[in-house]
């Protein structure tokens, strides 16, 4: 679904246990339960059990159930957007870009080992 809107795999964490597209490129992804990871190392976020939003090329908007930890804080990203070898997050007015690179491979959420490991 990701490679079909310009969008590396890696952007999603691994744990998806399912997805539904419709044609208006709306989307839902679900995992077991929230899934947490750091991004580039200096980002801690937060995708919820359902995330949601709405796929068009290059770009991820109104979505839903993704947070990042500014200080003590959860503050939602409300669109991911992709230009050429870079991804901006944008967390209301404020934004923050990352290189693709970033994203080739899925991150892996805190706590998720076990329940990989008894899935396989």
Known sequence: MLERYDFP????PVGV?????RD???FEVYFPRDCEFMLARTWLVRYGARI???????????LQGVYVKVLF????VGEV?????????YIGPVSTSFPLA??????HCRGYDHLLAAAA
């Open 9 to 12: 795999r890696g952007i999603l």
């Open 17 to 21: 246990e399912g997805y539904v597209l």
């Open 24 to 26: 208006d490129g709306s």
């Open 52 to 62: 949601a939003g709405a796929a068009a090329s290059g770009s991820l908007t109104s």
């Open 73 to 76: 804080v959860w503050l939602p």
């Open 81 to 89: 957007d992709r230009a050429g070898d870079r991804l901006s997050f």
């Open 102 to 107: 970033d994203f080739a491979d899925s991150p």
